[in-house]
């Protein structure tokens, strides 16, 4: 599988450091190793996704291993969810600098083709460069990675074996499009307690997250809901949880401050997760 050209489909041909469809629409690979696939249309601002300031901040928490509890249920769902032993197609729809991607890949041994979409250019920069690290120190890992929307995938049609999500948004129709008959589609929503103690030190009234709405063309095959305490030693540590999440300029600024001056905090991780198959596959 190769990536395709956002303006026609047609897949892309890669010739040294350039990819080219039948088109001739002609595009390069940056030197960490990604392709720029967002078109100026699929542009909400003139640097879209997140910022720097949060890419760097989510790296330096996920790769803290705070969230290893909810790596290692993907990583069991995944691999349960795989119907064949070798050449898995992966693709992480929002995949950020890369990190539950490379973990979830991994775990599959070397057999999987990775493909991570975002519209971060930092991001998907950040996760390039991670991906080559780690493709030196694991035999037969592919990590392709791609600036572009989650809202026109450049992929193409019934290609994906396993989608993930991981909060972020996207295109329902576009990944039924994308994935096998037989493929998944594994989400991870934030449940109704996520990160509740953060958020009761900067605001007066906490709202409770919302059970994550039904998803058209999908039936869910499996469903869990993931808690787990988070104890966050240091300022740094708060510093970056806060800086990652869109926390980091709601809520009262004082309380902020103080937040992060208190030098160690306790807070919940609450994740739903679910496995969705295509509906009429479901029906079959």
């Known amino acids: 599988m190769t990536w395709c050209c ?52 989510r790296k330096a ?32 729809l929002g995949c950020g600098e890369g990190y539950y991607l490379e973990k979830i890949a991994a775990s599959l041994g070397g057999s999987a083709a990775a493909y991570g979409v ?20 694991c035999d037969g890992l592919a990590l392709h990675y791609a600036v ?25 129709q576009e990944v039924l499009r994308v994935l096998r008959s037989d493929g998944v589609l594994v989400r991870v929503s934030p449940a109704e307690r996520h990160l509740f103690q953060l958020k009761e030190k900067l605001y007066a009234d906490v709202r409770l997250h919302e059970k994550p709405l039904a998803l058209k063309g999908f039936s869910i095959r499996t469903e869990q809901r993931l808690q787990f305490l988070i104890k966050l030693p240091n ?3 708060i510093e ?15 309380a902020r401050i103080a937040l992060v001056g208190s030098g160690e905090l306790s807070v ?17």
């Open 268 to 284: 919940e991780a609450d994740f739903y997760i679910q496995i969705l198959a295509p509906k009429e596959v479901c029906e079959q």
């Open 240 to 254: 970056s949880l806060l800086a990652m999440t869109p926390l980091a300029w709601h809520g009262d600024p004082e």
């Open 6 to 57: 956002p303006k026609c489909m047609e897949p892309l041909i890669q010739q040294d450091k350039i990819f080219r469809c039948e088109q001739n629409h002609q595009y390069d690979q940056a030197r960490q190793g990604y392709l720029n696939l967002l078109l100026a249309n699929q542009k909400n601002s003139r640097n879209p996704g997140d910022s720097d300031t949060m890419i760097d901040a």
């Open 148 to 172: 572009a929307s989650t809202f026109a995938i450049p992929l193409e049609d019934n290609s994906i074996d396993i989608a993930l999500n991981v909060f972020a948004p996207f295109d329902e």
């Open 61 to 92: 928490f996920l790769r803290a291993g705070f969230y290893a509890p909810l790596v290692e249920a993907l990583q069991f769902l995944v691999r349960t969810n795989v119907n064949k032993s070798a050449g898995c197609q992966l693709l992480d």
């Open 235 to 237: 300022a740094a540590a």
């Open 118 to 137: 975002d519209i971060s250019k930092p991001a998907v920069r950040r996760a390039a460069v991670a991906g080559k690290q780690l493709q030196a120190n």
